[in-house]
């Protein structure tokens, strides 16, 4: 059974300052252009945020509560209990850190230190990233073949699915391979390589999708009770496709309550800002724009104070440390920052037997 948390934050990128910019600076932007082959194992826009932090690829949700009743031993209850148990001290720890940001003493990071415009709060942020470094769990199901599953694109438009698919399986930081310890499950099915390898565009067949991703939420459903006892609450999805979202409609769990993420992060795509994320698109190819093609926007940006440009240029070179693509990922990148939209969304939920 599980029920929603009442919503700690809904943090989320302000692209309407930054893209235009990003424009005119896109030698800042550089992307550790990484390969695509199978491990070991397996050969932004913004909504409204009332809470005091931006930078993520997410925003909080509310959903409505479920019942759901399923007979388990009183031994995985305990371990659920120890699950909920760190996800709760992580909620006091960030709540903290939202109340008393002027009383808190300076951050301290190895690697970075959030600070600048770019954050509504740099010690919740902070808090909260630490928080999930130290205690979040994935569990990534095991059932599957490459290569739809536990597989993807590395190298066009839709590589964020695949680099994070590939990512994600050799991870050892997050992933674990214990489903009783996870915090969430991965569903690591690929949109786009079901509809490369089995959508026939002659026969328009749009069914395969059901049969895949229904299929497979039936087998790991019945194979294990984490799907049941949730009613999928705490399970994802990530897909960069189009039809990402048609995917998750042929399972109404997956669609009204699981964890969408999906680059196709639209209203009119049925994108639930409530309690689905977003993620980058993100195409690993280089390409030049002249800015003699963009004469609007060039006007535009030459009428901004220098000051304010310069402030404007300060804040880009801090924001795209969030979206740069490291093979292997690093700490604070995209990679990071889709699991951190992930975490987010696991601690509004609550769930228990």
């Known amino acids: 059974m599980w029920l929603p948390k009442k919503p700690l934050w809904a943090p989320s990128l302000s692209y309407s300052i930054t893209v235009s910019v990003l424009l005119l600076v896109t030698p800042l932007l550089v992307f550790s252009l990484v390969g695509c082959t199978l491990g070991p194992q397996r050969s932004w826009f913004s909504f409204h945020s009332p809470w005091p932090w931006r930078v993520g690829f997410f925003s909080s949700y509310s959903l409505p509560a ?49 600070n600048g415009d770019i954050y509504r709060n740099a010690y919740a942020f902070h808090r909260s990233y630490k928080s999930m470094e130290r205690t979040f769990k994935i569990y990534v199901y095991e059932e599957g073949e490459p290569p739809i599953f536990h597989n993807g694109p590395c190298k066009d438009i839709y590589s964020m699915e695949g680099l994070f698919l590939r990512f994600m399986e050799s991870n050892t930081h997050f992933r674990t391979h214990n489903p009783d310890l996870a ?30 991703v229904g299929g497979y939420v039936r087998l790991v ?37 699981s964890i969408r993420v999906l680059c196709n992060a639209n209203t009119s795509e049925h994108l639930n800002p409530k309690k689905d994320a977003s993620f980058p698109e993100i195409n690993l190819k280089t390409v030049e724009v002249s800015v003699s093609d963009i004469p609007n926007l060039k006007k535009i940006l030459l009428g901004i104070p220098e000051d304010r440009y310069l402030r404007l240029r300060e804040g880009v070179k801090q924001v795209q ?18 699991i951190h939209s992930i975490w987010l969304r696991r601690l509004n939920v609550l769930v228990y037997s």
């Open 66 to 114: 479920y019942k759901y009743g399923l007979r388990r031993s009183k031994k995985r209850d305990a371990k659920l209990k120890r699950v909920e148990a760190s996800l709760a001290g992580a909620r006091a720890l960030i709540r903290n850190a939202m109340i008393n940001q002027n009383r808190s003493s300076p951050l301290q990071d190895l690697d970075y230190i959030p």
């Open 321 to 338: 440390r969030h979206f740069l693509v490291n093979d292997p990922p690093k700490r604070y990148d995209v990679f990071h920052m889709i």
């Open 183 to 212: 915090h969430v499950y991965f569903l690591p099915f690929s949109v786009v390589m079901i509809i490369e390898t089995l959508f026939d565009p002659i026969i328009g067949d749009k069914a395969v999708l059901n049969r895949t």
């Open 221 to 257: 459903s019945s194979k294990y009770p984490y799907w049941n006892r949730s009613l999928g609450a705490d399970h994802f999805m990530l897909s960069c496709h189009d039809w990402g979202p048609r995917a998750t409609r042929y399972v109404p769990q997956l669609y009204f309550t």
